[in-house]
């Protein structure tokens, strides 16, 4: 049960995490200068062509960018999956998929609630 603990709040944290750089206005000059950054794709929007950077694509999706830092942190501070996984690189693997999967469960039902879609 504590290893349990252990990963709500490892999940929780990525979450809050990606969720600020993503969403929240203390990201906003990480997305602004992510704009600037190449490579970039083509997208029309009602007969415009707008240019996009592919990482500012990824810092606006939390799910996404939860994966990355879910598998840095589990490299770098603490891996709640190496106590099932003994294998260090599957074992951070792992936790970057399944904080992906929370934050993409918390930021749907946060969606949600925002919008009286409960």
Same mark, same amino acid.
């Given at each position: %049960?504590?290893?349990?603990?252990?990963?709500?709040?490892?999940?929780?944290?990525?979450?809050?995490?990606?969720?600020?750089?993503?969403?929240?206005?203390?990201?906003?000059?990480?997305?602004?200068?992510?704009?600037? &950054?190449?490579?970039?794709?083509?997208?029309?929007?009602?007969?415009?062509?707008?240019?996009?950077?592919?990482?500012?694509?990824?810092?606006?999706?939390?799910?996404?960018?939860?994966?990355?830092?879910?598998?840095?942190?589990?490299?770098? &501070?603490?891996?709640?999956?190496?106590?099932? &996984?003994?294998? %260090?690189?599957?074992?951070s693997f792992?936790?970057?998929?399944?904080?992906?999967?929370?934050?993409? #469960?918390?930021? #749907?039902?946060?969606d949600r609630?925002?919008?009286?879609?409960?």
């Amino acid at each position: %049960m504590r290893e349990f603990g252990g990963f709500v709040i490892f999940a929780l944290a990525v979450y809050g995490l990606a969720n600020a750089i993503s969403v929240l206005k203390a990201g906003r000059p990480l997305r602004w200068l992510a704009a600037r &950054i190449p490579p970039w794709y083509r997208v029309d929007r009602d007969g415009i062509t707008v240019r996009r950077s592919m990482v500012l694509d990824l810092l606006e999706c939390p799910p996404c960018l939860s994966f990355w830092i879910g598998l840095l942190m589990s490299l770098l &501070i603490w891996s709640p999956m190496s106590t099932w &996984i003994h294998r %260090m690189p599957e074992a951070s693997f792992v936790d970057g998929l399944a904080c992906s999967a929370v934050s993409w #469960v918390m930021h #749907v039902v946060t969606d949600r609630v925002a919008s009286d879609r409960v």
